[in-house]
Structure formats: C-alpha cells, structure tokens
C-alpha cells in the first residue's frame, strides 16, 4: 500500500510492520492507542515510526491508526487506564 506521510510516500506491507513489531520492544510512554500482539501493547506512532524510519513529529497519531487500520490492524483506545 502507498501511503503519504510528511509530504513523502512510502510502500508499506502488513508483513512489513509484523516483522518490524517482533524485533522491537514497545515503548512504555504514555499512549492510548495500540495495536497487541504476542501479549505486548504497541503504540500506534512507534510502530509506524520505526517501520518507515520516520521521525514520530513528521505525523500524527490519526495518521498512524488510518494506515494501521487499512492495513487490517485492530486498534485498541486504553483511555485513562495507561498511567506509566
């Protein structure tokens, strides 16, 4: 899929973002949306940063759940319950 982030495009795969997820740990930041796999919460804007190597400021967080969601990712909101 082609996707427009930061006035730049990028092919990106599901596969592509699984793989990157496996090799990483998620970031305990304060977030509310994640994706989960393999018991971990990943949070939206670090997937697709660290999959694309894009800084995470060139993009929001609507940004990342549109692409993740298209890519057939299901979204998890944790609301106020993330308090690390």
Known sequence: MKILL??????????DLIKTMKTIEPNKNKTKYVVSMDDKKYPVKQIISRSLNIYKLFFTTIDAIRILEKLGFKIEWLGNEHKE
């Open 6 to 15: 930061g006035g730049k495009y990028y092919d990106v795969e599901k596969e």
